[in-house]
């Protein structure tokens, strides 16, 4: 028998989920194959027809109840359709079932695909919308914070430490890492590594902090950096790739993708044409959610990389977001599930309905959480504020030049930097605080090396008095 086309799969299963739509009370089999025929002028075939309502069943778009032997079938509420995908699952929209229903059929039913550079090139930012009005506007309404007209990244540093811990531990979790949230705060805040853990596992954890912050560091530029996405991917594979030269390096090579028959584009110059195009067209689309779940499409999509592409996509979709002062998404809670069926939807049909439910509900949950740890968070010192950018620079200044922390000098350095005459003491004793506080975790934030930190304290841990948790040693 001839296979039948997704074109021809999916205006099936529209046929049919209309029909037994318009029958609130359900119809069985028998009543629903007259509906179609009367509807449609032909029979469908009593095989087909029971494969075309299983498959509705398991994507979540019909609900069955009954005898297995007389089953009657209604449309599945929006409960229903994730009791039907699982409890693992997010709530899916009629369009995200109808595309679940078919990326999850066999593989051996999935027809081979390639890369169609066509879906990238033909979106055109502001006309072309994967996210509709009212989802952004729903989703811009959740990640609204109190930051929105305050400089770029000042909500992503007031929640910094804890979105370290969350987007390290979950992003690491959907690439099968087995650390737990506790075990990673563990490892990024006293630098504990989990008894009977892979090196590996390890590593990717490591390498999610120092990616993020990176991210933070770039927020503030005007429009998306054009090498952060390289910058991103090198920091996440470091010592985790065959070989070293390949992070940060745009795929030259064919790779394959295990559980899919989807084949990236090999063609190096297609390659970094469609890598520059995704950064062009980011940086041109007017709505930072939008951006975001553009990159999260378009970039695992491609396959920039030899590996490590979809960790890649997950940091970088969250630099629109904490760019615009908007909660970050910190895939906490995802269901792996839902985001590789999202993900495969991509590759093999071109289709974002199944990764947008993930999305938006990934996103929900991530901004009710952030709204509690925002609240949490003492309100901003005006002060430090203002000078944010001058105390990073004195603290700077100070490691460099080995002095230990005086405030005559701190003084000096902020006048030299504008600060207003009458804010030179506030300003003198905020920059002590920071110097007092570092330490070599700390150290990425004013753009040092730990080792910098761990020099400098080391030199002057006589001279500076002594303070829980300031150059002291960590246990």
């Not at 504990?192 to 993020?212: F, P, S, V, W």
């Not at 065959?242 to 190096?268: F, K, M, S």
Request: charged share 25%.
């Amino acid at each position: 028998m001839a296979r039948i086309s997704r074109t021809q799969l999916a205006a099936e299963h529209e046929r049919i989920a209309h029909l037994v739509g318009q029958h609130p009370e359900g119809l069985n089999r028998v009543a629903l194959a007259e509906a179609y025929r009367t509807a449609h002028g032909r029979a469908i075939e009593p095989r087909t027809l029971r494969r075309r309502l299983q498959e509705l069943v398991e994507g979540g778009r019909l609900a069955v109840a009954g005898p297995a032997n007389a089953p009657i079938y209604r449309a599945a509420t929006a409960d229903e359709a994730r009791t039907d995908a699982g409890a693992d699952y997010v709530p899916l929209s009629a369009a995200g079932r109808a595309t679940r229903a078919l990326i999850t059929r066999p593989t051996a039913q999935r027809p081979p695909v390639g890369y169609n550079r066509d879906m990238l090139f033909s979106y055109r930012p502001g006309t072309t919308w994967y996210l509709p009005k009212s989802l952004r506007h729903q989703l811009h309404e959740m990640g609204r914070t109190p930051d929105d007209t305050r400089p770029a990244d000042t909500f992503a540093r007031d929640v910094l430490s804890r979105l370290l811990i969350d987007l390290s531990w979950a992003s690491s979790r959907l690439e099968g890492n087995t650390y737990s949230r506790l075990d990673t705060q563990n490892l990024l805040e006293f630098g504990q590594h989990a008894e009977g853990k892979d090196a590996t596992e390890t590593q990717m954890i490591l390498n999610h902090k120092e990616a993020i912050e990176l991210l933070v560091r770039e927020v503030k530029a005007p429009v998306f950096p054009r090498m952060l996405l390289r910058g991103l991917h090198r920091t996440l594979s470091e010592n985790l790739l065959t070989d070293p030269a390949d992070e940060g390096r745009l795929r030259e090579r064919v790779v394959q993708i295990t559980g899919t028959t989807y084949t990236p584009n090999a063609i190096p110059q297609v390659i970094r044409d469609c890598h520059d195009r995704i950064i062009d067209t980011v940086g041109a689309i007017p709505d930072p959610l939008e951006q975001a779940f553009f990159l999260m499409v378009h970039v695992p999509y491609l396959q920039p990389f030899v590996d490590v592409n979809k960790r890649t996509s997950r940091l970088a979709a969250n630099w629109p977001l904490l760019h615009a002062n908007l909660s970050p998404l910190s895939f906490i809670e995802v269901p792996d599930r839902a985001y590789v069926e999202g993900t495969l939807a991509v590759y093999e049909l071109q289709r974002v309905d199944l990764l947008r439910d993930v999305f938006a509900w990934a996103y929900a949950r991530s901004c009710a959480q952030y709204r509690v740890v925002r609240e949490s968070v003492p309100q901003p010192d005006a002060l430090r504020l203002r000078y944010r950018s001058q105390l990073h620079d004195v603290v700077r200044a100070t490691v460099h030049s080995g002095e230990a922390p005086q405030a005559r000098v701190l003084r000096a350095r902020g006048a030299a930097l504008s600060v207003a005459p009458d804010d030179l003491d506030g300003f003198a004793e905020r920059a002590m605080a920071e110097l007092l506080n570092l330490h070599e975790g700390s150290a990425s934030r004013y753009q040092l090396r730990s080792s910098d930190v761990s020099d400098w304290r080391e030199r002057f841990r006589a001279d500076v008095p002594p303070r829980v948790g300031a150059l002291q040693e960590r246990p």
